[in-house]
């Protein structure tokens, strides 16, 4: 009888040692599994926007959400806007792509590095193409919330930069 008691008793320590490995039962195992699922999150709307799918970059923004872009741009929230916005771009870029792009989360920021490429071959709203091309390293700032949905998008490139490759703007000396 004695033994019995021995022998349940390694078998219920065993298993509840078993049971504590496999689940993720301290913070830096969720907080890892949270970080992977909002990389997930990000760069499916990175490998969206690639492909020219502009709803489809935009189908895990949260409600309010708002796109800050670069320095000097006005903010964005109006999803409709956002899409038709998108298409223009990607007929004036049709040959728009990101390379290299590398994801690192950090909790409920994710930064997304790459270089982004295209050829202006089509007229913009209020900018006429001029078949010159751009070619710029940029790190994208994503903010999640608590469900894996994208609260905030900026870019830390400006705008200044693409003007400038495209012959619109010129660099201060």
Known sequence: MKSKLTLMAIAAGLLAGCATKSSPSNGADSLAIKEERNKAV??????????QDAAGSLKDMAPGFVIYGSRGQKPKSNLDSLITESKEFFHSFPDWK?????A???????????????????DFPNMKANGKAV?????????LNKEGKIISQRNTQSNVTMGAQLGFLVPAK
């Open 98 to 102: 990101g390379e290299d792009l590398k």
């Open 104 to 122: 690192v989360a950090f909790g409920d920021t994710v930064l997304v590095m790459g270089t982004w490429s295209g050829t202006f071959k089509n």
């Open 42 to 51: 990000v760069m499916a709307s990175e490998t969206a926007f690639i492909k």
């Open 135 to 143: 070619k710029y390293d940029d790190v994208e700032i994503f903010v």
